[in-house]
């Protein structure tokens, strides 16, 4: 049984700062790709950032230069900084993981967590 389990996230002013981190527990053999999604009221799931196992990252084009992903592959985790907050951004942001189990690679999701940009 594999578990992601996300943390942070909140409600923060716009022009601000925030973090949300995810945790990957179970029997894992290995992480490949570990990413953030987000899906805002009445739109769909979207790719915000994602990072390999060796480091490469890409970003949607709407946070490049505001976001940063980073993961820590001894710890199992993910982290997403985000800055300079805008409305826009405000969603409900997922974890996901691609995950090795007893050799087969499963797709795993988060339980989500609420971000809101709003003054």
């Known amino acids: 049984q594999v578990q992601l389990v996300e943390s942070g996230g909140g409600l923060v002013q716009p022009g601000g700062s925030l973090s949300v981190s995810c945790k990957a527990s179970?029997?894992?053999?290995?992480?490949?790709?570990m990413g953030w999604y987000r899906q805002a009221p009445g739109k769909q799931r979207e790719l915000v950032a994602a990072i390999t196992s060796g480091g490469s990252t890409n970003y949607a084009d709407s946070v490049k230069g505001r976001f940063t992903i980073s993961r820590d592959n001894t710890k199992n985790t993910a982290d997403l900084q985000m800055n300079s907050l805008k409305p826009e951004d405000t969603a409900v942001y997922y974890c996901n993981a691609h995950i090795v189990v007893f050799g087969t690679e499963y797709q795993y999701w988060g339980q989500g967590t609420q971000v809101t940009v709003s003054s």
């Open positions: 179970g029997s894992i053999n290995r992480i490949n790709r």
